[in-house]
Structure formats: C-alpha cells, structure tokens
C-alpha cells in the first residue's frame, strides 16, 4: 500500500541527479545561505567578521540580499525591525564573541517585543567548544550561555550534515507564537570546510498555530456576554497577529471600551467611539479598567508600564489571552488562555454567535444599552477622555502638543514610525495616533537606548518604495550616528528626526524630581545638521513652529535626511506616585 506521504518525500529523477552530482567548490557556509533562501529568506542583516567569512563569501554566490550596518547591536535592532514590518524570520549574521555580545541588546529587545529574529553567528572551531581554554581568537567558555536567556531557544552546529536542520528548527521556533529571536551558531571550521552534500532547497518549517482550549473559550464568552462593564487591553499581541480587525469586531458586538499598550498601538482605531487611546499612565483610565466587571486582556502581560507601574489592581473578573505562557496570569489571577491572539479572538466571535437583533444573544444589545449600565460604551469613552484632556490641559504643556501633533500632520499615514527611548517618543505613547497597526514601534519593550535610527533603517529595507520616520533624543542618537553611512549607501528612505535638548532629558527630569538635582545627565554634542551632511546626507535645523513644513519635505526626498529639533520638551505628571 503506497501512501501520499511516501510519494511527497520520493524525490524526482532531477532532484537524484543534482543531489548526486552537486557543484564542486562549497563549503559550509554555502549550507547556510542556501538553507536560508529554501527557508524562504530574502533579505540578511549582519556585519562579517574573522570566524564567519564562510557565510558571508557564500552571500557573494547568492541571490540573497545583503545589508550591512556598522555595529553589531545596531543590525540586531535594523532586523528586529524588519521581522516586525514583514512578519517574518529576519536572518542577523554575526561573528564569534565580541561580535556576538554586541548584539545582545538589540536581541533582548526583540525578545521583549516579539520580534522574529534569526541570529546566526560563528564559533571558535570544533576544538575550543566545550568549555576548554585553547586560547582561540574571540574565544568565550560558553557563548551560548550569555544568549539563552535572551533569545527563545540555541541552537549549536558541530557538522555541516547539521546545518540545514538546525536552521529549521530555529526558523520554526522564531516565528511560533509568541514570535521572538533565536540563536543559531556555528563553528570557524564548519563553515569553511568544503562539502559534497547536495546544495539545499526547499525547507519546511512551518510554525505551529496556537490555538485556544476550546472549553476556556466557552467560559470566557459566558463571562462576556453577562458583562455590564466590560472593557479591553489590547497589547502588541493583537498587531503582531494582525488580529485587528477581530479585535474590532469583538469591542463592537460587546459594546465594550478599548485600550491599547504601548506595545499594542494600532490595535485598535484611534478614533473609534469605544477607543480609550493609550492613556495607560493615566489614573483616570485606570480607575475606568479597574471599574470593568470583566476585563478582556489580549496579547499583553499587563508588565510594568501597561498597569501604570503596578498600581493596577482589576476587581472584576480578568480573561487574558497571550501566546507567551511566562506572561500568562503573571500580574494578575485571570481566566488564562494561552493562545495566538487572532485565532482566539475568531474563536471568541464565533462562540459569541450573532449580535442581538439578529437572532442571536440578547446580553449585548446593537445599541450599545446595558442592563447594569444607563451609558453606553462610547459614552463613558467620551466621559473618560475628557477628564483626561482636562488633566493634560492644566499642565501647560503646548510645545509637547504642538511637537506631536507637527510629526503627525507630517508623516503619511502609511509611513511605519520608529521611536527611540525620549521625551517626544514617551508622548507618543500615550498621545500619539498610529492611524494604521503595524505602523508605530519603540524600544518600550526593553528600554534600551539607540533604537529608533537603525531600525527605521530595517523597516526601509523592508519597504523601500515607503518613507520611514525615526525618532531619537541627542543622547540616543549618539547610538547610531555610525549608520548614517549605511543609510547613504544604500540609499534608504529614512528621515531622522533628532530633538536636540542637551543630553538625557528624561533622566535629567527624573533625577531633578528625586534627588533634587542632575548627575551625568548632560552632553556635549555635535552639529547634528554639519555631521549628517559629513555623511552626504541632506540635514536641516528646524524649530517648533516650521517642524511640520521641515518634517513633510525631508519624508517627500528620496533617499535618508536628518531634520534637527532644538527643544526642552517636558513629561506630562504621572499619576502612579
């Protein structure tokens, strides 16, 4: 008896011949692009080194496209930004150790925020695995070890047969949900070895879906559908799982107010009726989720900033959905369902069945009315965004208003954003309308400064025919300055707007309001604008009230432009003290 799977795994008379007979002269790092490229990769990241030239000679026979930056953390971060724009598993290339450490942040940072990365990096040879001391060029005792609590999983080659299998492995596991980076590395001598094995073709490794226990389902829709209050958290689980459209569907049939994390921006229209926006460090929406009867949290922990710093305590019963099972129930009791948030989400909607008035459950009504509730959900929206607005409004805060809203009316709609850890990036995320998911992205997911720059570059390579928007502070900037070579050798669309205020402003703010003064919070700098045209790339000194004009005509060129912002911009009050 011949089965299907028997026919799909014989291989062709073609498949034979090129399998028997493959081209002389490759080593072990033409396996690894050529996995790569049967993975489905077009696009690499990275910067050579000594121990891993067997890849990047093997780049030169590839079709694959190469981009170099100039640090190792900084092509981590271009990848990681890559990974979230596409939706797929971004291949970082670096070298064995100090090249490999360097890259360390930018992967915790793609862990943070679910970023599919797939790092490869070189090995001292075979002989120095282990834990032995030969004394090797870049040697560390056990290199994984300083990656494994990063990265989702590690993976080490010790023979090129190993090659294509392990790279699978960790092509599957960057891009299971939750999405994340991975580590994959590879000794000097296995990548420079010539090989006779056939050249690698099509790979599968196809992630798993992580769907929801169906009876965990059942009872979160029972909960829902008896709410009087409920509301919604939306985290960055929603856009990573372009759950979107879902999530609105399921805010509309229950009548229910929408939050969205910093991480989450785009989840949820900025505009709609039922949207409370991202006032997350804000009291009075945490007073309003703390009112909900039920509150349903998707693709978030509820971490740190997404529960205004812990001061967050629900009272009502907490559903949460969330594909990292570390995150689940971690903050907070809660009906937890570890699942991929759209497949959740579809499987909530269908459990719910039909709106009422159209034959189906009569506990949320198609005009929004509750039996608990006189006010509807848009109306304790409006309600709640007032008593913000009203917050802000005695704050004497204009400039920061009037900055955002400048970057707004400026960048197009469809253009991603990438904001660096500063004053301005700190607005946005309470403030700041992304218009379109997928199209806002910060470093909160680590907090590491450097970000904004390099990223934005990843998110161009990306999408070239789109303009891109970073954001960085003069300290964060002094990160990447480096990359404004990459930026003009490959001519990415990137406008890079730099808020000069003389040095870590946020926390010089912080220190002041502790300690009563500042201590290493301020720098020297460069012109920005003299520095980036050192570079050949084009650079102007703006001020608040031309920042729009400025920021319109530097996203309408072709090619990378820096637009310099001297300003003090303020936070506004926070509310967990």
Known sequence: MTHDHDLVLRPSEAQTEAALNPPAGRRGGDLVI?????????????????????????LRRSPLRYVGLRVENNAGFAADAYGRITGEAAPLLVSTGPGALTSLAALQEAAAASAPVLAISSQVPRAGLGGGRHGYLHELRDQQA????????????????????????????????PHGPVWVE???????????????????????????????????????????????????????????????ALAERLDAPVVTTFGGKGAFPWKHPLSLRSWLEDRHTTDFLEDADVLLVVGSGLGELSSNYHTFAPRGRVIQIEADLGKLE???????????????????????????????????????????????????????????????AGQDLTLEQEVLAAVRE?????????????????????AFDP????????????????????????????????????????????????????????????????VDDGGYGILREY???????????????????????????????????????????????????????????????????
Do not use: C
Not at 35 to 48: E, I, W
């Open 34 to 58: 050529e996995t790569l490229k049967g993975l489905g990769a077009t696009t690499v990241f990275g910067l050579p080194g000594q121990h891993a030239l067997g890849m990047f000679d093997a």
């Open 146 to 177: 300083s990656f494994r609590d990063v990265v989702k999983s590690v993976h080490t080659v010790r023979a090129a047969s190993q090659i294509p299998s392990a790279l699978a492995a960790a092509w599957e596991s960057a891009l299971s949900a």
């Open 186 to 248: 590879i000794p000097q001598d296995v990548l420079l070895a010539e090989t006779d094995l056939p050249v690698v073709t099509a790979v599968d490794a196809t992630p798993r879906d992580l769907v929801p226990r169906p009876e965990l389902t059942a009872v979160a829709a029972h909960l829902l559908r008896g709410a009087e209050r409920p509301a919604i958290i939306a985290g960055g689980g929603v856009v990573r799982s372009d759950a979107s459209g879902k999530l609105r």
């Open 330 to 392: 971690a903050n907070h009791p809660a009906l937890g369902i570890h699942a991929d948030a759209r497949i959740a989400l579809s499987a909530l909607l269908e459990t719910l069945g039909s709106p009422a008035g159209s034959g189906g459950d009569p506990g949320s009504g198609s005009d929004g009315q509750r039996a608990g509730d006189a006010r509807s959900g848009a109306e304790r929206v409006s309600a709640l965004l007032a008593k913000v607005g009203e917050r802000i």
């Open 410 to 430: 400026a960048l197009p709609d469809d253009s991603p954003s990438f904001w660096d850890m500063t004053i301005l990036a700190y607005w946005a995320w309470s």
């Open 435 to 498: 218009r379109q998911p997928n199209t806002m992205h910060s470093a909160q997911g680590s907090g590491g400064l450097g970000y904004g720059f390099p990223a934005a570059l990843g998110a161009a390579v990306a999408d070239p025919g789109t303009p891109v928007l970073a954001v960085s502070g003069d300290g964060g900037a002094m990160y990447s300055i480096a990359e404004l070579a990459t930026a003009k050798q490959y001519d990415l669309p990137v406008t890079w707007l730099i």
């Open 511 to 577: 220190m002041t309001d502790s300690f009563g003064e500042a201590t290493g919070t301020e720098l020297t700098r460069p012109d920005f604008v003299a520095l980036a045209e050192s570079f050949g790339v084009p650079a102007v000194r703006t001020t608040p009230g031309s920042l729009r004009e400025d920021l319109a005509k530097s996203l309408a060129r072709s090619g990378p432009s820096v637009v310099v912002l001297p300003a003090l911009l303020r936070m506004f009050a926070p509310t967990h003290l």
